[in-house]
């Protein structure tokens, strides 16, 4: 056992891989049989990750999870910043701009408003709890929007990690709240056809959530409105860390 904890100790990233990629599979296993897909795997995967962050902390008194033990000290480096800015930007990378025109002028308000809001809400319930500098309240906005958009804005921003570890846990209950709610009020949005789709993925913009969601209403539904969903994503890496954030300043005062 000694000599196997010191193979892996020294491929560090590489069995990160597995064991996020256990991690992943046994959340989509939970997610088909226990929830019967109402609730996404990947959200069922960040609630793992997160449980497993606070046991590691808890178990070595550290404040990095599970990399503070040295035999997982590669999710440190699969988790940092540089792979999660890469593969966000490679997802983008995938889209077609033509798509989003199938969806018309419908599509593009819902983007806008859908990341507007999300921001606005987000700063506001920041400021309620005290949060009152620009670069937190930004962040957390950008958090309300999705937990990807949140520590991207906040690692351009410089926001401490507290601040960018509230963000993504405020995004996961977004996500997944519309997964569960999605279901519920569909008849009563007309939630019905590939336009409606569209534009609910610009409202939400968490694609976990729209998808899972969707998946409970309309499997047919699901790609149109995970495309919007993915443009609400990218369009709020680029806003979040520049027009958001000089706006809060302004209104702030700094």
């Not at 997982?72 to 593969?87: H, Q, V």
């Not at 709890?129 to 937190?136: A, I």
């Not at 410089?158 to 993504?168: C, N, Q, R």
């Not at 890496?237 to 300043?249: D, N």
Request: proline share 3%.
């Amino acid at each position: 056992m000694e000599l196997v904890s010191d193979v892996l100790i020294k491929n560090g990233l590489l069995f990160a891989f597995v064991v996020v990629g256990a991690v992943m599979w046994l959340s989509y296993y939970v997610s088909h049989h226990l929830t019967r897909g109402r609730l996404h795997g990947s959200a069922v995967a960040i609630i793992m990750g997160l449980v497993l962050a606070w046991l590691g902390g808890l178990f070595t008194g550290g404040t990095k999870g599970l990399s503070d033990i040295p035999l997982f000290a590669g999710l440190a480096i699969m988790g940092g910043s540089m792979l999660r800015d890469f593969a966000i930007v490679s997802t983008a990378y995938g889209v077609d701009l033509q798509e989003i025109r199938r969806s018309g002028m419908v599509g593009v308000l819902s983007l806008l408003l859908g990341i507007v809001l999300s921001f606005v809400v987000g700063a506001a319930v920041a400021l309620m709890f005290g949060y009152n500098d620009s670069v937190s309240m930004t962040t957390l906005g950008a958090g309300a929007a999705t937990y990807i958009v949140g520590p991207v804005t906040g690692s351009a921003l410089g926001a401490s990690s507290e601040i960018v570890a509230l963000s993504v846990a405020a995004g996961l209950v977004k996500s997944v709240l519309v997964m569960i709610g999605t279901p519920f009020i569909a008849p009563y949005i007309r939630l019905n056809n590939p336009k409606a789709a569209m534009a609910y993925g610009g409202l939400m913009g968490t694609t976990s959530g729209v998808a899972g969601g969707l998946a409970a209403t309309d499997k047919r539904l699901v790609p149109y409105g995970a495309m919007t969903a993915t443009f609400y994503t990218g369009l709020g890496c680029l806003l979040g860390p520049s027009v958001m954030y000089l706006m809060i300043r302004t209104v702030m005062g700094g």
